[in-house]
């Protein structure tokens, strides 16, 4: 069964006398465990659809069902639990927040969202920073470390609460290069792990070299759907 | 639950460490306003308590009660209005029946010509017997500067005040003669040895003198019992309006042959008109604690709002990993609440030192004809909490409307903040 799945979507804002038609009959779905990627032009609708999917705003007209659930029904409170469970969010500009050390960053979804007891919480954040390689900065605040290291931390703390699907908003455009590379690997590891799905905007031709599964989108529609072998799960 | 709701207290406190000046500013400005208020209560309050307590306890008590129409011509001290003996017994009766008085004493006041034998002056006095009147004004005696205090007076003796004392030249133990008409115009004269000094303080009668009430009735020549107000004293200062309110309603049933009423009672605040600057204190206390919500308010709400347009992209993303609204709106209410917190500690223990120092260095003012008097301000627990739980109560209220603003924020939107 599909984890996504979007009928008919579409996504309209009206500024004044102008209507901007951001996302017009999309239709596309996402199998669990998968690594898909939008791609597509500033403007295409990408991050607009990105947005969609993680409940974050709501469609105009269409379906879309995110692990079973019709999220375009959900009022802000219920979207907001619905988040919490079921959806991770890396961001570009890592959006960790600042007064917390990586360890309590890591930690916040478990206990501000899932409220888990501290003794399960805390071995999960270990267990998650252990997993991207961060178990060693955990006592660090987000003005300590690098970028990648940001990211990673990020990473972390978006599958910590076991999320069904993480959506990465252009992850690795604050990036250099070499640690780009590293957050592709990393992510791709932990959905081989954790069976997580991952679900990208992105322009970087790095990330769409390792998605298994391409949307392109141009002026809010989508133009194409293909399957990358390269990307694909062994 | 409790790990949520430590942590809303953690990322608050941390955020306040995080804009270390604007924090420290802030709880400054709230820590100013809270000992303004505390010294201004403290101070204001003491004199206050002072004052009272000196024209209650030493010259008016608590209540009084005269013959109806008395109190209107009190100026001219008209011997044609004092209570007759049954009038006074039933005054005995009634006080006698209510168990918040805790003694009373008769008083005869009358004008009177004061002489050395080489100068005369006019005196008021007031006449009265010892014991009941140390029972109800027991600071009376305190006010005796020079002379002998205990017993108060005896019959043969007067107490004057300081400023006929200075100006007639007249020490303790001179004899001196009052001359005063009595109810039918007759005039008379009474020699009387002057026991002792009394200082003057602000207020009616603040300035009378004091003889014995056998005294006044040989001078006045009354032979049956005349009495021109009863002054009484209550056992809690506390019951001033209950005693009042129960005194008026059994006195006023009491009538004469015309149907009006015999008596009237009144509290030490229609008597005294330092009561009018009690009152102004209060307004002024009371407007200073407007002042000290307004900074509060207007302080937390200013940092407030702008922790909150400051850590825009942050709301996105709390909102957006699936933190309740509920939460998001208790992170910036209790970083408010800690903000008040805060200073408002800071306050009370400068205001708790300052007083302190205060009591210590002896601080002593002029009020009126009295000079040094003691400062000594104290300040009850009662006071403090008010003060602390008005400033983190306002504190509370100003920072719900940017919490409530955070917490309604649109994740999308406030991600795309820059």
């Known amino acids: 069964m599909p984890l996504v799945v979007a009928k008919n979507l579409n996504k309209t804002y009206i500024a004044g006398d102008i209507t901007v038609n951001a996302i017009q009959d999309v239709e596309f779905s996402i199998e669990p465990a998968s690594f898909v990627s939008f791609v597509g032009p500033s403007g295409s609708g990408k991050s607009t659809l990105l947005n969609m999917i993680g409940c974050l705003d709501p469609p105009t007209r269409g379906s879309l069902q995110v ?47 899932q409220n888990w007891p501290v003794t399960k919480r805390r071995q999960r954040v270990q267990d998650m920073l252990e997993a991207v390689g961060m178990a ?29 699907l993480v959506l990465a908003d252009e992850p690795t455009a604050n990036l250099d290069r070499e640690t780009a590379t590293r957050i592709i690997t990393l992510m791709k590891k932990m959905r081989d792990e954790f069976d997580t799905t991952f679900v990208f905007s992105t322009h970087d031709p790095r990330v769409v070299k390792n998605a298994e599964i391409i949307h392109t989108l141009e002026d809010g529609r989508l133009k194409k759907s293909e ?8 | 639950m409790e790990g949520i709701v430590f942590n809303i207290f953690k990322l608050a406190a941390r955020n306040l460490k995080r804009y270390k000046r604007r924090t420290f500013l802030t709880s400054m400005l709230i820590t100013l306003g809270v000992v303004a208020v505390l010294l201004f209560v403290s101070i204001s309050g003491s004199f206050k308590v002072m004052m009272i307590s000196q024209i209650t306890d030493s010259m008016l008590g608590h209540l009084q009660i005269h013959r109806k129409g008395y109190l209107a011509s009190i100026d001219s001290l008209p011997l044609n209005r004092n209570l007759s003996a049954k009038q006074v017994a039933k005054i005995k009766q009634v006080l006698a029946e209510e168990d918040a008085v805790d003694a009373y004493a008769l008083r005869i006041k009358l004008g009177a010509m004061f002489s050395n034998f080489a100068e005369t002056t006019n005196i008021r006095l007031n006449a009265v017997f010892p014991e009941q009147e140390l029972n109800t004004v027991p600071l009376l005696s305190t006010r005796i500067v020079q002379g002998q205090s205990a017993g108060l007076i005896n019959k043969g003796e007067v107490l004057i005040p300081e400023l006929i004392a200075k100006g007639m030249k007249v020490k303790v133990g001179d004899a001196i003669v009052l001359v005063a008409n009595n109810k039918d ?45 009863v002054a009484i004293r209550l056992k809690n200062m506390d019951q001033l309006s209950q005693t009042y309110e129960a005194l008026k309603a059994k006195l006023s049933s009491i009538k004469n042959q015309q149907g009006q009423p015999v008596f009237e009672v009144h509290t030490w605040e229609k008597l005294s008109p330092f009561y009018n600057i009690a009152k102004m204190i209060d307004l ?18 200013n940092v407030m709002i702008m922790a909150v347009y400051e850590r825009i992209n942050e709301i996105g993303t709390i909102a957006a990993i699936g933190t309740l609204p509920s939460r998001i709106l208790g992170i910036f ?13 800071i306050g009370t223990v400068i205001s708790l030192i300052a007083i302190a120092a205060m009591n210590a260095f002896q601080i002593s003012f002029d009020f ?45 939107v406030a991600l795309r903040h820059v």
């Open chain 1, 67 to 113: 692990a079973g659930n019709d999220i375009t029904r959900l009022d802000r409170r219920e979207a907001a639990l619905f988040r919490g469970k079921n959806i991770g969010f890396v961001f570009q500009d890592f959006n960790l927040i600042p007064v917390l050390t990586v360890f309590e960053n890591v930690e916040y979804p478990l206990q501000m969202v």
């Open chain 1, 136 to 164: 060693d900065q955990g006592d660090k605040y987000p003005s300590q470390i690098s970028g990648g290291q940001k990211q990673r931390v990020a990473v972390a703390r978006a599958l910590v609460t076991n999320a069904k």
């Open chain 1, 227 to 234: 399957a990358d072998n390269g990307g694909h799960r062994v």
């Open chain 2, 185 to 229: 115009g007759s005039v008379n004269g009474l020699s009387l040895k002057v026991r002792g000094i009394l200082e003057g303080i602000s207020g009616p009668g603040g300035r009378d003198g004091v003889i014995h009430l056998e005294d006044a009735k040989t001078l006045l020549r009354i032979t049956d019992v005349e009495i021109s107000e």
């Open chain 2, 284 to 301: 002024m206390t009371f407007f200073i604690r407007i002042m000290l919500v307004a900074i509060v308010l207007v302080s937390i709400m």
């Open chain 2, 333 to 345: 209410v209790v970083e408010g609440f800690l903000l008040g917190i805060l200073g408002t500690a």
């Open chain 2, 368 to 412: 009126g004809r009295q000079t040094g008097l003691r400062l000594a301000p104290t300040i009850s627990a009662g006071e403090v909490a008010v003060v602390v739980l008005t400033v983190i109560g306002i504190a509370v209220v100003a920072s719900l409307q940017p919490a409530y603003k955070a917490a309604k924020m649109d994740p999308i």
